[in-house]
């Protein structure tokens, strides 16, 4: 066990499911492919924000915090996921919103994760893309504590060490349902953004003394940037855990050829796989992140870099709740 001796709270249901999806593979004529349900982590429809929360809002509640501060896109379901969070655990939440996505439509600004961060009462202040978040969420935090408060920040999508535990207790759980389910992957894939997931994932798996690869495919910086933001990350959660070194440079792989025209802009490829999804196998994903990295995983089967004897696990980050923000952008 990785993780004992880390401030928690409960938060998500846990463990999610591991599944097969028996007509997507029929579909693509290709790999077995499974998915781990981490779009079903039961807090405010759900995603893989909610792992990594329970160890940041564990260490907010030991601080003695009453409010955290956060940031995202306008249509961030990490904001919404800790607007929820917060409101479970009786803190204030004050959000920084960044106008990432250029020409938005009226739907974007309004409904999906923005609408549901309304609605559990965050404070929202909307910037323009590129502004100075971490200077800017240090600026609030001081008059917070100014007028005697007690803030605490929660970096972009809880991608801080303290936030990757979550994908170190996801990799651990997942090796557990290998055995328990009597199921070997030969590939992991997963959305790779903010970069905790992905190195979270990469620390569980290697500090249990798993080789399996783990695909991220990127939705935002280009290859060789992801890769490092990654890896370092990676570097710090292994020494958290105390596994300093159990992954290498070369074990993180990242394929940042889906992203289309940038951050949160929809693609074809993307569009095809929410609907294939949804029409061979009934599950929702999304447009900016598990899409698009759905997109990607049906390209290499397609490719044949997945092959029809190997099995393939996609990691389901969530997100569905943006869906309805992109109700007029999608081509149904
Ligand atoms: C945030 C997010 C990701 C990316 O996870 P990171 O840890 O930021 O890399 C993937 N999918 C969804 C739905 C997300 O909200």
């Known amino acids: 066990m990785l993780l004992t001796g880390f ?3 409960s938060l998500a249901h846990l463990p999610t499911r591991l599944e097969i999806l028996p007509r997507l593979s029929e579909h693509l004529g290709g790999p ?3 998915v781990k349900r981490d779009d079903c982590t039961g807090l405010a429809t759900g995603g893989n924000k909610t792992r990594k929360l329970e160890f940041s809002m564990g260490e907010a509640l030991e601080r003695g915090a009453d409010t955290v501060i956060t940031v995202g896109a306008v249509q961030s379901n990490h904001v919404r996921q800790t607007a929820a ?6 803190l204030k939440c004050e959000v920084l919103l960044e106008h990432r996505v250029t020409n938005p439509t009226e739907l974007y600004r309004s409904s999906g994760n923005v609408l549901l961060d309304r609605i559990f009462g965050a404070n929202l202040r909307e910037y323009d893309a590129g502004t100075d978040f971490d200077a800017e969420m240090e600026n609030i935090a001081r008059e917070i504590s100014a007028a005697g408060g007690s803030p605490y920040i929660i970096p972009g999508g809880a991608s801080n060490p303290v936030g990757a535990l979550g994908y170190v207790g996801c990799g651990e759980e997942l090796l557990q349902q290998c055995d328990e389910q009597d199921v070997r992957f030969d590939h992991i894939v997963t959305a790779t953004g903010s970069a905790g997931t992905h190195a979270g994932l990469a620390v569980g798996l290697r500090g249990s003394g798993s080789d399996l690869p783990v695909l991220g495919i990127g939705v935002r910086a280009p290859k060789d940037v992801q ?4 890896y370092k990350l990676a570097v710090e959660v292994a020494d958290l855990v105390d596994k300093p070194g159990c992954v290498a440079r070369d074990d993180i792989v990242a394929d940042c050829n889906y992203i289309g025209a940038g951050y949160g802009l929809p693609t074809e490829s993307m569009n095809e796989a929410v609907l294939m999804l949804a029409r061979t196998e009934g599950l929702l994903f999304d447009p900016v992140y598990s899409g698009k990295a759905l997109a990607g995983m ?5 490719e044949g870099r997945f092959t029809k004897d190997e099995k393939i696990v996609f990691l389901h980050t969530g997100g569905a709740a943006g869906l309805f923000a992109y ?6």
């Open 327 to 332: 109700a007029d952008i999608l081509d149904l």
């Open 85 to 90: 969070a917060a409101c479970k655990l009786g």
């Open 7 to 9: 401030p928690r709270v």
């Open 298 to 302: 049906i390209d290499y089967v397609r």
């Open 32 to 34: 077995e492919i499974w």
């Open 227 to 230: 890769e490092e933001r990654v």
